[in-house]
């Protein structure tokens, strides 16, 4: 069907901003980065060499790239689990009228405003060894101080944590308004019918919040994946190489390693893994969604 | 029909609009290839401009430029109040002097890429290897004669062209607390073991034989810079120089310095958050009179440590050898040095401020700020009880920094990973070694 607008002008003329920042943003950014992964640029000189697949073959031979991978599906599940548990709590908590309520909510929210990296030091207080929050607290109880980031297995799920509660604030809002989406009546019939409050919220509630899930759950997963903040700003990729994601390992390629070739094809091989894990997911949950409704 | 063609038509557009971003790209990275050797022609104009200026320079300069650097609080402190002096001499000129800290080398290598360079920058001992395809040579300069002689090979390429104006050097080797050592009735280590064996007294006290400030990945790397000196750079039984130089070595042979590291965690002589531990937290811990050593190149802890406690008494020692008959040497190279970018619009100002920092008055202060040695002649910061050591080692050997001398640029971030992962215990020493055969080779394949 050809659309026209009042003076006659194509209606696809409306599309060239569009297109014109995809391809700016977009396009030339993803062509260039595979480009620059056939290479072994430097990521500054003006001379490189094109040495073909030999960066994508030596991605299946990296332990650094290995650990990278581990960590960043780690991140992003570990996060997107512990925000989505926490979240709907909060909302089913929140959800009901009581003084303080609004108070709450802005509080459980205040973290997402801030900068990752700004949380990530804020956090880094609390658990560094010489003077931490929690080591203070261990030492006044009698205890040993541990030095809790010098491991990197603990570091990785500290990280989590840190990451799950500081953007918990907008899983909960989603939620809240997937909640207020809900009629009551559906709620009063079953009370009526003698349905428990775990059995309503089993049967009723979360079935019915699966849109709200669905769109957090894709949201968290992808900030979980490309984690970068929180990690430079409390170990930066450490020790050694063992809490890096691979957002940070990209960055620890190109700019440190000088390795921008590899770095590249690591940062392709990132894009893939988020469209591949995103695009399940979403499918997953919609038709979970669509076999309720 | 009309409707593919209009669709055609934006697509076009867009694939325009980005083949002309690509063409930017490329006539940067073009001028960046053409340009790299000055043009004498050019530097003889900016040098008689400047010489002018020198004389009438309120009169003849007028601009704004842009300085950045990675120097600690204290020297960017100094050359800062430089600056201003020179501002207020030379009013027409004004100018942005920034400190990057830790990203400055990132920040550095995305302005190279761009080839947007600031007009002056710190090169932080890379001023050949890495940056000099940007900077112009500044051999014609006036205060060029005044270099140290024996300074001049770690800022001079093969054909004898400097790119900067150093104003002081980094000097890497042993830091030592003098009370400790007192009290544990034990000499200034010469030797490795004899360091260890020190470390193990101490321990048996209470404190922290070699400190490490580990939550900054540089600091184990430099430590592993500084003891590669005796471990690798000045064996008289091997030539390893040569052999990194021309991709021969061996790397089993960097084997004992990543077991050295490692031992020193693994028999508790390192500080217990050693992996964590804030750099900014290292003088304060020294301060407190239970640290023995602190392996590094940053002299200026001596002085900080003693601001904060009179009674912390530290020394500095060069680095100890492998065994007797080995030798003991410090590692050096340039620390705060300016070049000028090639294609700086403001070439004459440029050397103005170059020229304006070469004054012995100005250097002394830098020096004297950093608490590190004038790479100028003639110059004689006061530089505390520092200087006492730097007078009772006056004959021992200086050698470039091991890292900048003989690995590819980019190993030193290969080197901060190995040392963070040793002291975490998060790699064995065979690891490490492929690390940095890995790494090597492919940098090595860069240039």
């Avoid at chain 1, 709450?104 to 956090?123: D, E, H, K, T």
């Avoid at chain 2, 500084?226 to 120089?241: E, L």
Wanted: hydrophobic share 40%; glycine share 8%.
């Amino acid at each position: 069907m050809k659309q026209k607008s009042r003076k006659g002008i194509s209606i696809d003329i409306l599309y060239l901003p569009a297109v014109i920042l995809l391809t700016v943003f977009v396009v030339y950014p993803l062509l260039s980065g595979v480009q620059i992964s056939f290479t072994n640029w430097n990521g500054y000189s003006s001379t490189y060499k094109y040495i073909g697949f030999a960066n994508y073959k030596k991605i299946f031979h990296d332990k650094m790239f290995y650990t990278a991978l581990k960590n960043t599906v780690i991140y992003g599940v570990g996060s997107t689990t512990l925000q989505t548990i926490i979240g709907i709590s909060y909302a089913l908590l929140l959800q009901k009228r009581f003084p303080g309520q609004t108070l709450a909510r802005v509080i459980i929210y205040l973290p997402a405003m801030i900068a990752s990296l700004i949380m990530g030091y804020i956090s880094y207080f609390l658990v560094q060894y010489n003077h931490g929050a929690i080591n203070d607290i261990m030492i006044a109880l009698g205890k040993e101080p541990v030095d809790w980031m010098a491991n990197g297995e603990r570091a990785v799920w500290i990280i989590v944590v840190i990451n799950a509660l500081q953007f918990v604030g907008k899983t909960m809002i989603v939620m809240i308004a997937g909640l207020q989406g809900i009629p009551d009546s559906y709620n009063e019939a079953a009370s009526i019918d003698g349905a428990a409050y775990l059995q309503r919220l089993r049967y009723i509630t979360l079935p019915l919040l699966l849109p709200a899930i669905t769109t957090s759950v894709v949201l968290n997963l992808i900030g979980g994946l490309k984690l970068f903040g929180i990690i430079l700003a409390t170990t930066s990729g450490g020790p050694g190489y063992s809490s890096h994601s691979l957002s940070t390992l990209i960055n620890y390629l190109y700019f440190q390693n000088q390795n921008a070739g590899y770095s590249s094809s690591v940062g392709l091989f990132l894009f893939l893994i988020i469209m591949i894990l995103g695009t399940i997911v979403r499918n997953f949950l919609e038709k979970k969604a669509e076999g309720i409704s | 029909m009309r409707k593919q063609i209009k669709t055609w038509a934006v697509l076009g557009l867009a694939a325009a609009l980005t083949a002309s971003m690509a063409g930017c790209a490329s006539s940067q990275s073009g001028s960046s290839e053409t340009a790299a050797p000055q043009d004498p022609g050019k530097a003889q104009t900016a040098e008689t401009t400047k010489t002018e200026g020198s004389e009438a320079p309120a009169a003849a300069l007028e601009g704004e430029i842009e300085i950045v650097t990675n120097g600690n609080e204290e020297t960017f402190n100094a050359v800062n109040e430089i600056l201003n002096n020179f501002m207020a001499e030379n009013p027409g000129v004004t100018i942005s002097y920034t400190t990057q800290g830790s990203d400055y080398e990132q920040l550095m290598k995305a302005r190279m890429a761009s080839n947007d360079l600031p007009d002056i920058f710190a090169t932080h001992g890379w001023s050949v290897a890495r940056y000099s395809e940007y900077l112009t040579p500044l051999n014609d300069q006036p205060w060029y004669g005044s270099i140290e002689e024996s300074f001049m090979n770690n800022i001079a390429n093969d054909e004898g062209q400097i790119f900067v104006l150093p104003l002081n050097m980094d000097i890497g080797g042993l830091l030592y607390n003098k009370t400790l050592l007192e009290e544990l009735n034990a000499e200034i280590p010469k030797t490795w073991d004899q360091l260890l064996e020190i470390c193990e007294m101490g321990k048996a006290k209470g404190y922290t034989g070699v400190f490490i400030a580990g939550k900054d990945s540089r600091q184990p790397a430099s430590l592993l810079d500084v003891s590669a000196q005796t471990f690798i750079s000045v064996r008289k039984d091997a030539d390893y120089p040569s052999q990194l130089l021309d991709g021969t070595f061996d790397w089993n042979n960097w084997a004992p310095l990543s077991q050295f590291l490692l031992d020193l965690k693994t028999k508790g002589y390192l500080n217990p958050d050693c992996v964590t531990c804030d750099p900014i937290d290292v003088a304060p811990r020294m301060s407190e009179n239970k640290v023995l050593f602190v392996i590094t190149s940053s002299m200026d802890l001596i002085r900080q440590a003693a601001e904060l406690n009179p009674d912390a008494k530290y020394g500095l020692a060069p680095v100890p050898s492998l065994g007797e008959g080995y030798e003991n040497v410090f590692a050096g190279g340039e620390r705060e040095a300016y070049g000028i970018w090639k294609d700086t619009k403001h070439m004459d100002i440029c050397s103005a401020v170059l020229e304006y920092l070469a004054r012995p008055e100005n250097v002394k202060k830098v020096c004297e700020a950093s608490g590190k040695r004038s790479a100028l002649k003639d110059i004689n910061p006061d530089l505390g009880e520092i200087a006492e050591d730097y007078k009772t080692y006056a004959d021992i050997r200086i050698c470039p920094v091991f890292d900048r001398a003989y690995l590819p640029s980019g190993m030193w971030s290969t080197m901060r990973t190995i040392g963070s992962s040793l002291i975490a215990e998060e790699m064995t020493v065979e690891e490490s070694v492929k690390t940095m055969e890995t790494d090597y080779n492919t940098l090595r394949e860069q240039q």
